[in-house]
Structure formats: C-alpha cells, structure tokens
C-alpha cells in the first residue's frame, strides 16, 4: 500500500452541562446573585471559602454557612499571558489563590493586574462583579488590585433560590483517522467502497477497523465492495429529537454490503417504512458527483433493490 | 494472601503526535511486544483492564475502540478506568486477589496532542466552582511551584536541576520525547510559560501507550525469571478544593506511600510520576525517599508524558529494574488531578 498522509479534521465539541446543586452550593450560588460571598464552617472552625460541601479533614457534611468579604489577600499567584478559551478574562490575567478576609482557606480566580510586575504575593484584591449576577461563579467576573475605598453595597434584594447552573463546554480537537480509515475515506471521495481482510481470519471489515477486533492484528488486504447488500436488522424512527433531518416515519437500517462481514448502519428510503423488512436487497442511492468528499454522507441513503429477499442463513451469522 | 507480581513492560515512545485521535494502533505492537516478552498469547490472559479519558479522545465511549487491539472474540474479562491506567493495575491486583484470574494485562493509551491538553484537563477539576472557569494545568502547578518557592522549600535553581537530571538520565530510554544534556544556568535563562514556571519544569505534550502484565504466585515464577513482586499498593485522594489542602506538600502521596509500606525497607530506585519539576521535589520529600534512592532513572515524565499511561509506564519501569536484576526493591508512583491531588503508590521487591 503507498504511503499517505492520515486524514484529519477539526472536531469542535460543545454541550452545556445542567447540574443541581446540594443545600450549600445552592446558598452559596443564591448569595453571588446578591453580590455577596459565602463560606462553609469546618468541623476544626476554619472558614472554607467557596465553601465545601464537606469537611477536608472529617468530610463531616457540612451545613454552617457564614459571610466573608469580597476584599482579599493573594496568597499566591501566576501570569497567563495567553487566555484560553472560557477563562475569566480575554486580555493577559493573574491566577491567583485569594484569601478572602474572614475566611481560613483561599479561592481560585482571575486577577486583572495589567501586567505581571503589579502582581505579588500580599496584594490586596477585590471582587469585580459582572453587570447582572445570576447565580453562578462567573457572577465573579474577575479580581481587581483593591483601592482601599469601601467595597461596593451587596444587592439588598433578597432573589429566588439557585437551585441549578448551567456551564457550556466546548473543545477543539484535531481528529485523526488511521491510514486504513483514510484509504475508505479517499474511496469514498471516488465512488468506490474500500474494506479490508484480516490477514488473520479472513473477515471483511468495512470500514476498515485498524485492528481486527477477533486477532488484534492490523487489517491490511484492500477489498472493493459493492453499493449493493441486504437489510439484517433496522428499526423505524417515529420520534422527531433536535437535529433530525428526516421527517418521522423513516427508517434506519443495518446493511451488510455484499461480500463485507459487518453491516454499516444506513437510511431506507424510496418505500413506506412498514415495507422494510430484515433480508430486504438494497441499492446505494449516491448524492450528485460534485458534491462528494471524503465522507460517508457520499451515500445519501438505501432503496429497496427490487431483487427477491436473501435467505435468513445468508445473514444469519451477521446479526 | 495470594502473592501478585508484575512480570511484563512495554511501551510506546512518547512522540509530539503519534497516531490517531482514538490510539489503537498504538497498542497493537505494544500487546504485540509485552506478551512476546511473557511467551504468552492473548488467549492466556484472565483480566484486561485499561485506563483513557474521553476528554483526551473528544468523544464518548472511546475506550471501546482500543478493544479491537485486544481482539475480543470470543469475549474476554475486561475493565476500564476513566484515570490513568496505574489505577486500572490496581483493579486488576485486586481482581487477581479475588482468585478469579491468575493472569491480567493493563494498559493505557492517549493522545493528548488531539485537543489542547492544558486546557481539556480544566475539565477534571470541580465542576461547580472551578471549572467553570478554565483553570489551565500548568497555571495550577504554577500556583503550586510559588508557594513553595515563597515558603523556602525550593527555588528554581533547584527545579532546574531536576530537569537536567532527568533530560541526562532520558538519554538511555528510546522511548523518551526529551532528552539530553542542560546546563541549568542556561535554562534559568529561558522565558516564563506560567510564572514560575519555565518550559524545562513543565512535561511535554506527548501520545503514547504502555501496557503491564501482572500475574500470582507460581505463574509468575514460570513466566518470569525475576517477577517483581508487589509486596505493597495503595492510592488515596486529597480535596477537590484547592484552597483546602496544603499544596506544598501532598498528604494522599504521604498517606499512599505509608499505606503501601514504601519505608519498611531501603529502596533502589523511585519512579516519581512527577508532570513538573517541582512536583517531583515535593513528592520525594512527602514519600520520605532520600540520598541512595535513584530517582526517574528513567527521566521520568519531564522528558515523555503519554497521559493515562504515564502513570502505569512509572510501575512498569520501576518493576523493569528489579526484571534485569539491577535493584532488589523499587517503588512507582502515579499522580492525577490537579497539583498532585490523587497518588498511588506500589512498591516492589524481589525475592
């Protein structure tokens, strides 16, 4: 086989985690929403703030809740020259470990200092808050160098029980497809469909799967497969979910290529739903020419061949 | 109580990008060279057990992919930790310990140079109150080292030096990403990366992969000609908080160490699981290992970090040593989380 470079693409991953937070969290995130700062009392009497939900030394629960400044000392610190996506603050910041005064223990959080040379151990910082709190530690948009005037008045409003946040995730990744991968990938963009045959078993794996998941050893021999094969098991979707791109009913299939030993998961159009059976015969239906790449999405669905059904044993062993 | 032994070591070199986002590849000549290594087939192990992250991979269930490179029919025993696969050693000592099983290979694989590695592991750390803000690893070590540098632990002169140690000491192991001779002054000169850290006290970003096969008693006897036996394991976990521990020192490594017996005896060699230089300082002091002990004599993480592997490669090659005979009793460590939060320790000897 010549050797060529592995396909690869960027992955972009985004989701929004939901969580529900325990009594403490919920009094801790209710009391940001009013600009204001709360700590958990340990069992030893030390002041944890953020609080923790449970004791460092006894992970006793821990229920005491008690207020602490917004006003604090570093206690140590470091230069992010270069902010990475999501972090506090888009320009060059200081993490710092922060003391808040009446508290025992320090918080994590950004401190905007400007440069690294107006940041040291001791210096005295204070919460800078973002415009609406809502409940959340980035109702805490950063730390700022504390100018000794009197801190900011906490919202008196008392506001509804936190009970929930919400934090979105989103990661960048470069995906990179194994050189067997690749080769099915660059078929594809042809028209062609590429498996390969375990050296050790005989088995045709389409896609080629790198290793061969009976012996463990790389799928090496190239075999062209036919856009043609049999239905062994499908299902049909009546439930409409976000990003369906298909009008319910319709039906989503295992179709094993003639000559493959494992099935590829496919669309069968061109016949009502209730008509799709296992054994059914089915035929590629291809997207037009211009418009292929090194995607499966090449093929746009299955339709019924017209061919008589395959027997049961045909597939038997594939199900 | 059933005698457990770690009777084989493989690994992949650590490389910048290796491979594929899922990594399998990776593990199919190391299966192919530790059960050669053994004279054992796949067929002959009782227990599989890997570690991996699907944060690194950046997709869910990625682990099940890394079972083709096993060749899993007909079906096999087989485990998974979402940690660094030191931790999955320990499923499958204990698995053995059951008397299940007289065999178990482990293994972990990753390819942290797919996603952005410092700011992916932001993801491990307290979901309520931490993450949300993307603290990035290397500014939590950093964090980590000024504390101690203002405490008068260390400085960075001696950091530095923990750097040209291990870059000197990676110059015999193929498998590392860095290696070679420093001279500290010269890296004292470099910029910061995360004040007060400088590139030479931070791992590299690296893939790779390695794999242990662990086996009881008699079996590893015929198996092995010196099986280094694992007289003492065990791993315990700080405060996700991390305001709420001291972070110049680490008490789960202390408590770790003491709960595997690491002092009841003298120790050759010490492989420290240390992804920083100044980690690898506190960790020796907290694991009470002093002059006489070969620290990294492999150069350690600082010159090769295959995440979710690494840990495992500091059992495999602390075990190594006693394999080729040059040390009676050695000690590897694994590390995860933030600032050296969770620590096994497993200390073996010959016998």
Known sequence: METETALSAPLTIGFTYTRSLGPVLSQFMTALAERRILGSRGSDGRVHAPPAEYDPVTYAPLTELVEVSTVGTVQTWTWMNRPLDGQPLGRPFAWALILLDGADTPMLHAVDAGSPDRVRTGMRVRARWVAEPAGHIRDIECFEPDGGCPAARATSTSSEPVTMIETPIQLRYRHTTSAEESRYLRGLATGRLLGQRCPACGKVYIPPRGACPVDGVPTTDEVELPDQGTVTTFCIVNTPFAGQRITPPYVAAYVLLDGADIAIQHLILGCPAGEVRMGMRVRAVWRPREEWGTTPENIDHFRPSGEPDAAFESYAHHL | MTDVAVIGFAEAPCRPEAGTTSGVELLVPVFRDVLAAAGLSRRDIGFWCSGSSDYLAGRAFSFVSAVDAIGAFPPITESHVEMDAAWALYEAYVKILTGEVDTALVYGFGKSSAGELRRVLAMQLDPYLLAPLWPDSVSIAALQARLCIESGLFSEKDMAEVAVRSRANAI????????????????????????????????????????????????????????????????????????????????????????????????????????????????????????????????????????????????????????????????????????LQQNLVCVMEAR
């Open chain 2, 172 to 339: 015999r192991n193929p498998s590392a990403q860095v290696s070679g001779i420093a001279e500290v002054e010269e890296l004292l000169g470099a910029p910061y990366v995360a004040d007060p850290l400088r590139a030479h006290d931070c791992a590299p970003v690296g893939d790779g992969a390695a794999a242990v096969i662990l086996a009881s008693g008699d079996r590893a006897r015929e198996l092995c000609e010196r099986p280094a036996w694992i007289s003492g394991i065990a791993h315990q976990v700080d405060s996700p908080g991390l305001g709420m521990r001291d972070l110049t020192t680490s008490r789960s490594a202390a408590g770790a160490g003491a709960a595997a017996g690491l002092g009841e005896g003298g120790l050759d060699v010490a492989e420290l699981h240390a992804p920083f230089t100044h980690q690898e300082i506190l960790l020796a002091r907290a694991l009470g290992i002093g002059d006489g002990v070969e620290i990294n004599p492999s150069g350690g993480v600082l010159c090769g970090n295959p995440m979710f592997s690494a840990g495992l490669s500091r059992i495999g090659a602390a075990a190594q040593r006693i394999h080729d005979g040059t040390a009676r009793r050695t000690a590897g460590h694994a590390t995860s989380g933030p600032a």
